[in-house]
Nanobody, 125 residues
Framework: QVRLVESGGGSVQAGGSLRLSCATP????????MGWFRQAPGKEREGVAS???????SYADSVRGRFTISKDNVKNTLYLQMNTLKPEDTAMYYC???????????????????WGQGTQVTVSS
């Protein structure tokens, strides 16, 4: 059963923007902690941004001020607006859902229940 489906990735020049979407068919995204992870070649997967059922958000230091995580509870869709993209943002981006409903501390204590298949983001200089 499909639970998380990412889209919106692509190739852009540095300074450009992309908006990633994560559809959650059959899953009430607004009731759980949702987040975006990314993994670049040769590097470990890292948490990028998260949002919980109360709307509390958290960001990795590397993206704070440039990325914005949001959700549409009616559409059951998670978004990641990425502005002022840098080459170091190049990675495979994954949508994920935690078991919890509240995670104001970001990825502290995070346990992924569902993973998306990933969408590639490539930023050229």
């Amino acid at each position: 059963q499909v639970r998380l489906v990412e889209s919106g990735g692509g190739s852009v020049q540095a300074g450009g923007s992309l908006r990633l979407s994560c559809a959650t068919p059959g899953y009430t995204a607004g009731s759980y902690c949702m987040g975006w992870f990314r993994q670049a070649p040769g590097k470990e997967r890292e948490g990028v941004a998260s949002i919980d059922s109360a709307g509390s958000t958290s960001y990795a230091d590397s993206v704070r001020g440039r990325f914005t995580i949001s959700k549409d509870n009616v559409k059951n869709t998670l978004y990641l607006q990425m502005n002022t993209l840098k080459p170091e943002d190049t990675a495979m981006y994954y949508c994920a859902a935690d078991y919890r409903g509240y995670c104001s501390g970001g990825f502290v204590g995070w346990v992924t229940k569902y993973w998306g298949q990933g969408t590639q983001v490539t930023v050229s200089s």
